[in-house]
């Protein structure tokens, strides 16, 4: 006799108990997926305030540089000896990074022989003096010389100004940056337009080192830098269009926190997005097993239930698994935006796309007539086994 089909049984407690345990978590899933998207538009604009704090850090580091090389011992020391007054408008930085400095040697000259004591007082106050001969019988350490002790290191601050340099040189930086206020947008732009036209004007003799980026911009390498700037240059690219702090502390000030419904006190954005993270993976676990106990009961999917609802009809077993791709879909764009926050969303995230699959391939349509799809994989096998023999 024929088992009746999941869809006319009477849901059992099991089935009752499941299908509870799974709506209370596809709601608070529903709540996690809604604040990921809502997460999306904050995160992007905290990315592009850490991109327009490091371009002010890099404006700054690279004025503060140019400043403290010249008062510097060690330049000083150099132009006065070696490279001349002209160093810092003619020579290039490759030719500067050639040169190194070192400290002023420290000796440390060890006595030969002790401390010899010469005269005596004896009990009465009365001073005599030794025998020579006794004196020099007193046993001394060997000569050792003098130790020099030195430490040879590059021209300091000149790595900072090459380094900054590049790092100003990327231009998805400053478009980034140039996204935050209008105000700076302007300046920023200002100053890139300035760099790009001293850039062109250097660039014909040095094509080989330059390449293309995606949209059209151009990007300079290293070697290329140092070998076509003086400091002088440099120090012109620092002093134009020089960022107003004053103004920039006010508005570091008004960046606000976000506030999640289940937290009182607001939190940065990053913690915001991990606690949404975590929060999707213990109730798309939560689901899963649910769902996968729900299926082992004979009436699976019982009516009245959720699995019931959803399994009734094509349409409805396509809303379920659109459902399934959205929370995948939130949880893998909510670490793709706090990726360049912190890269550790990508665990989490990979776990809930794997199990909303595993939950939207569940639900599908069982044949009339053969046993429940919560059968294991072995079991599946033999059963069509015994139906080909």
């Keep these: 006799m024929k088992r009746k089909s999941g869809r006319h049984a009477r849901a059992s407690q099991l089935d009752i ?37 490091k371009y002010l850090t890099l404006r700054a580091n690279l004025s503060i540089a140019l400043d403290e090389i010249q008062k510097d011992r060690c330049w000083r020391g150099l132009v006065r000896d070696t490279l001349g007054r002209d160093a810092f408008h003619k020579l290039r930085l490759a030719t500067l990074l050639e040169y190194t400095c070192s400290s002023r040697p420290l000796t440390n000259r060890q006595r030969t022989e002790p401390k010899k004591k010469t005269r005596k007082q004896d009990k009465g106050g009365v001073t005599s003096n030794k025998d020579a001969s006794q004196q020099s019988k007193i046993p001394g350490k060997a000569p050792t010389g003098t130790i020099s002790i030195s430490r040879i290191f590059p021209i300091p601050h000149l790595h900072t100004i090459v380094d900054t340099l590049v790092k100003l040189a990327d231009r998805d930086l400053l478009s980034r940056a140039r996204s935050v206020y209008a105000d700076y947008d302007i300046s920023i732009y200002r100053w890139q337009l300035f760099t790009d036209r001293v850039f062109e004007e250097k660039r014909e003799n040095a094509t080989d080192n330059i ?132 890269k550790l969303n990508i665990i989490p995230s990979g776990l809930v796309v794997l199990l909303s699959a595993l939950i939207a391939m569940r639900l599908s349509k069982p044949r009339s007539g053969t046993k429940r799809q919560s059968q294991g994989l072995p079991s599946r096998i033999w059963s069509m086994l015994q139906r080909k023999t």
Excluded at 288 to 309: H, M, R
Aim: charged share 15%; with cysteine; proline share 4%.
């Design 211 to 342: 390449y293309m980026l995606k949209d059209g911009n151009l990007s300079f390498s290293r070697e290329w830098l140092i070998n076509n700037f003086t400091l002088a240059e440099a120090k012109e690219l620092a002093d134009y269009e020089y960022p107003d702090f004053e103004r920039v502390v006010e508005l570091f000030q008004n960046i606000g926190r976000v506030t999640l419904p289940f937290i009182q006190q607001p939190i940065k954005h990053l913690f915001a997005a991990i606690f949404i993270e975590l929060g999707l993976l213990f109730s798309v676990i939560y689901f899963w097993l649910f769902q996968k106990e729900a299926g082992y009961s004979k009436s699976f999917p019982a009516p009245g239930t959720l699995f019931g609802v959803f399994y009734r009809t094509l349409l409805s077993r396509t809303i379920f698994r659109v459902l399934a791709v959205l929370v995948a879909c939130s949880s893998a764009f909510l670490a793709y935006y706090s990726w360049p926050l912190s």
């Design 17 to 53: 108990r499941c299908s509870t345990a799974c709506t209370r978590a596809g709601l608070t899933i529903l709540v996690f997926s809604s604040l990921a998207f809502a997460l999306l538009q904050p995160l992007e604009r905290v990315i592009r305030l850490d991109a327009f704090g």
